[in-house]
């Protein structure tokens, strides 16, 4: 196979849970820690005698017998320690993991596959030794450190005494469970040299249980070619994909993360009224997301699907909301599809904006929608005027608890985008200014005091005179407006911007904050 087959199989591995990532210590070298090879030579240095010895295991072995178990286990500790823990560090672990494996094996010590799991709040539970699997709930994602872990010095797996005691598959509990994941499925080994005792030993054991042919192909990444060992590894069904460079490798993990979210639409819209856990959405799953909306690959129903998908419900982080932000302003304000356009309406109720200006910019580009025809309200039509002030009247909930609050924004809402329209010459259509009074009407615009917020008594008599001239005597009858103000004139209008410059400056302290 090819570079591109064999990405293509392992990208269709990862969506099929077909495939289980398989973590070594190079994946850990961009957060400070060192690989195999550097451990063993840093152990190596310490004892004159084994300069000829290139057997790792032994090495290690050597380095416990002089200097006891305890300092073995505390160099081991200084070697590996995370020196670099920022999303930056953990991006590869970062974009393996948002592809959604339920499992994740590791040789590693390091709690880096752990900390990039809090980071993006996947739920994961981790797997030292018996009690472990036992406590695990039925379904519960897995990080499986199969070797041990620094929370439980007598669980690390390092020296040949080490590997003759714990590598028996038919007596250990995490060979007998690593056994019984890999029936049926392949491993991506990621992080790991071609001279890994633990690749040689892990199928060399499985091959002897069932036999080569029932062994579905695995796959391990390199960063050298040696024919020798890859026709060893191919003999137990293990394809090497060579590769250049560490960067290759994030370039690569990087370009599986894409083609797993193009692939993956498996939208269930029943998850929207359960209490479910909230993930956080990543600057590379947006950057997934502008891809796949801006691709010609894909139907505007896959689209509006992936939106939802990957919008709704996540956390977004204080870097990453400002592009969430222009992403809706971007598509709300651009020529595409009906069907993108809905998912944004439908989208931004549960999209967790924590910035209030966000909010208060997205609902006034919302508002523009109440001008185009697919908005004009109809019985037939679900995504009519009214879904939009809906979905925004729900944000404001989701922000306020007081009602008259809510009420309070919604109008400012409506009568800041009246009022900007005048400012830039547009004429709006009756029924859309039919359908926006009626919505002021319902919240009793007319009963509240909107001074604080920017909006006199004044400004807001001449916004409804405004239109009511435009209109006539039908609005001015249905929406039983006393109008008897006759101040309005060419007197200059605010904009939008301006009005939202206004609002801003009357948000609540803690909104601010």
């Not at 820690?33 to 072995?61: G, M, Q």
Request: proline share 3%; charged share 25%.
């Amino acid at each position: 196979m090819n570079k591109l087959e064999i990405i293509e199989k392992i990208v269709s591995g990862i969506i099929e849970f077909k495939i289980i990532p398989f973590f070594g210590a190079g994946m850990s070298k961009p957060c400070g820690a060192l690989d195999w090879k550097e451990v063993i030579a840093r152990l190596k240095s310490e004892l004159p005698n084994c300069e000829s010895v290139n057997d790792h295991l032994i090495i290690a072995e050597e380095y416990q017998k002089k200097f006891g178990r305890s300092k073995l286990i505390e160099k081991l500790r200084e070697m590996c320690e995370l020196k670099i823990r920022t999303s930056d560090s953990y991006q590869n672990h970062l974009k393996i993991l948002a592809m959604n494996p339920p499992i994740v094996y590791t040789t590693n010590y390091d709690n880096a596959l752990e900390e990039a799991s809090n980071l993006i709040s996947k739920q994961y539970r981790k797997i030292v030794e018996l009690s472990d699997i036992i406590d695990s709930p039925h379904g519960a994602n897995q990080i499986i450190k199969f070797h041990g872990d620094f929370q439980n010095n007598d669980s690390i797996v390092f020296t040949r005494s080490d590997y003759d005691q714990r590598l028996k598959i038919e007596r250990h509990p995490l060979d007998v469970l690593f056994r019984s994941h890999i029936l049926g499925k392949s491993v991506l080994f990621l992080g790991y040299g071609f001279g890994d005792e633990n690749i040689r030993y892990i199928f060399e054991m499985h091959r002897e249980f069932y036999g080569t042919d029932n062994l579905p192909p695995s796959y391990i990444i390199s960063f050298h070619h040696n024919e020798e060992i890859e026709q060893e590894l191919k003999n137990k069904n293990v394809i090497t994909l060579v590769l250049s460079s560490p960067v290759e490798l994030t370039n690569l993990i990087t370009e599986l993360n894409s083609k797993v979210f193009d692939k993956t639409n498996d939208l269930n819209l029943a998850f929207l009224s359960q209490d479910i856990h909230r993930e956080v959405l990543f600057s590379f799953e947006l950057d997934n997301l502008v891809k796949y909306v801006n691709s010609s690959n894909h139907t505007p129903k896959a689209k509006h699907d992936k939106i939802r998908r990957t919008l709704e419900l996540k956390i977004l982080p204080n870097d990453v909301e400002p592009n969430v932000t222009n992403f809706f302003m971007e598509v709300l304000s651009g020529d595409y599809n009906e069907e993108i356009i809905d998912a944004l309406v439908l989208s931004f109720e549960h999209t967790s904006f924590r910035d209030f200006k966000n909010i208060i910019s997205i609902s006034f580009k919302l508002m523009e929608l109440t001008e185009k025809p697919r908005y004009v309200f109809s019985n037939s039509n679900p995504f009519s005027w009214l879904l939009v002030l809906m979905k925004i009247e729900m944000k404001l909930c989701k922000v306020f608890q007081d009602a008259a609050e809510i009420s309070k924004w919604y109008c400012c809402i409506i009568l800041g985008y009246l009022e900007g329209q005048i400012a830039e010459k547009k004429k709006l259509e009756f029924n859309q200014v039919d359908n926006l009074f009626s919505a002021l009407r319902t919240h009793n615009y007319n009963q509240m005091n909107l001074v604080s917020l920017g909006f006199t008594v004044e400004q807001i008599e001449e916004t409804i005179e405004f239109y009511i001239r435009q209109h006539g005597q039908i609005l001015k009858n249905k929406h039983q407006i006393d109008s008897t103000f006759h101040g309005i004139g060419n007197k200059s209008r605010r904009n939008l911007k301006n009005i939202q410059n206004q609002l801003y400056d009357g948000l609540p302290i803690n909104l601010l904050n």
